[in-house]
């Protein structure tokens, strides 16, 4: 049973190797904000649950403006996500390039 419970606990980081899933026991930000199919998708929160979401770069909620990277975290800072799980940490990102934008870029790329 616990073996069970721990690769259900576990997901993929991408890099072949696999940790714990930050979302275990609590409601994704994805949940707490209702997010849309489409966006649940595309964002990286989504695809990379080993990190919570404002550790990730990129993410739909942190692309304010066309061009943005995803980088500014300010957004998080006032999030009830963040507020509820962050536990007053400091915000830093840990997961750079797979947000959303990077991907926006590569679909431009191929239509030019
Ligand atoms: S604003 Fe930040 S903390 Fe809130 S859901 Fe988006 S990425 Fe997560």
Redesign the pocket.
């Known amino acids: 049973m616990a073996e069970l419970m721990e690769r259900t606990q576990k997901v993929e980081t991408g890099d072949g190797t696999s940790q714990f899933n930050f979302w275990t026991d609590k409601q994704p930000?994805?949940e707490?904000?209702h997010c849309p199919e489409m966006i649940k998708d595309e964002c990286p929160?989504t695809r990379y649950q080993f990190l919570?979401?404002?550790e990730?770069e990129g993410?739909?909620?942190?692309l304010d403006d066309r061009g943005a990277t995803g980088k500014d975290?300010s957004?998080?800072e006032v999030?009830?996500?963040?507020k509820k799980y962050?536990h007053d940490e400091p915000i830093r990102l840990k997961l750079f390039g797979k947000g959303m934008d990077t991907q926006l870029k590569a679909i431009e790329k191929i239509a030019q």
């Open positions: 930000c994805w707490k904000c929160a919570p979401c404002w990730i993410t739909y909620c942190k975290t957004i998080c999030c009830r996500v963040y962050g």
